[in-house]
Nanobody, 120 residues
Framework: EVQLVESGGGLVQAGGSLRLSCAASGFTFGESPIGWFRQAPGKKREGISCTRSREGDENRPFYADSVKGRFTISSDNAKNTVYLEMDNLKPEDSGVYYC??????????WGQGTQVTVSS
């Protein structure tokens, strides 16, 4: 059974940093791209990063324009964990952050989410 467990969320001031973790199990880590989504209250869920580009290139991770240059996705194959390093956080980055496998498609699996709150 696929399991994704997010951690690392919390409360941070604007301009600060957080690192989210997604511990994965139940599938062969590295065979499928893993992504991060977020959802703020009253807003649509937004796909913000993926370990591969839309073309499947793992050397060119995907980032949404809203986070490009501030967020960095990385993987630790030994720990079956994907990280999302978030720097220069803004209040509009607040929301629940989810990791998924794969990054898109009908068979996506989701974690339970971790709350990120950025105060101004």
């Amino acid at each position: 059974e696929v399991q994704l467990v997010e951690s690392g969320g919390g409360l941070v001031q604007a301009g600060g940093s957080l690192r989210l973790s997604c511990a994965a199990s139940g599938f062969t880590f590295g065979e499928s791209p893993i992504g991060w989504f977020r959802q703020a209250p009253g807003k649509k869920r937004e796909g913000i990063s993926c370990t591969r580009s839309r073309e499947g290139d793992e050397n060119r991770p995907f980032y949404a324009d809203s986070v490009k240059g501030r967020f960095t996705i990385s993987s630790d194959n030994a720990k079956n964990t994907v990280y999302l390093e978030m720097d220069n956080l803004k209040p509009e980055d607040s929301g629940v952050y989810y990791c998924t496998v794969p990054c898109e498609g009908w068979n996506m699996r989701w974690g339970q989410g971790t709350q990120v709150t950025v105060s101004s």
